[in-house]
């Protein structure tokens, strides 16, 4: 049986601070268009959201233009990093450690698709 998650406001401080860790490892010409791109930290995709094709048990969405397309005017919403955190808690199996690994490999996967890279590219960096 899948433990609870911890409370959202704990979920939420070890996503920031793990994003923000990546963040300040990142190589400089590499972070400044990191730091371009808003993190939004959710607990799970919205009802609406849902309602457009994403599915539940998303961990991440990169959703807007990739930073090679920028502004190109194809998408209405700005480029930005959605982290769905309950979800990444329950793929991590409950365990801290697990949890804050994948917030690592969630956000530099949907990062890779702002930067263009696509699920081939992605995988081949290990972070598919």
């Known amino acids: 049986m899948?433990?609870?998650?911890?409370?959202?406001?704990?979920?939420?401080?070890?996503?920031?601070?793990?994003?923000?860790?990546?963040?300040t490892a990142l190589p400089e010409p590499l972070r400044q268009k990191a730091f371009a791109i808003p993190i939004?930290?959710?607990?799970?995709?919205?009802?609406?959201?849902?309602?457009?094709?994403?599915?539940?048990?998303?961990?991440?969405?990169?959703?807007?233009?990739?930073?090679?397309?920028?502004f190109s005017g194809v998408?209405?919403?700005?480029?930005?990093?959605?982290?769905?955190l309950e979800n990444i808690w329950s793929y991590a199996e409950q365990h801290t450690p697990t949890y804050r690994e994948e917030i690592r490999r969630t956000?530099?996967?949907e990062l890779g698709h702002y930067l263009g890279l696509d699920e081939s590219d992605l995988t081949a960096r290990d972070l598919d």
Do not use: C
């Open 75 to 84: 998408h209405d919403l700005p480029p930005q990093i959605l982290l769905f």
């Open 107 to 109: 956000y530099l996967h």
């Open 2 to 23: 899948n433990a609870p998650a911890p409370p959202w406001k704990q979920l939420l401080a070890f996503g920031r601070a793990e994003t923000e860790a990546i963040l």
């Open 40 to 70: 939004v930290l959710e607990p799970r995709p919205s009802p609406a959201m849902q309602k457009e094709g994403i599915a539940d048990d998303t961990l991440g969405l990169f959703v807007g233009e990739s930073f090679p397309e920028a």
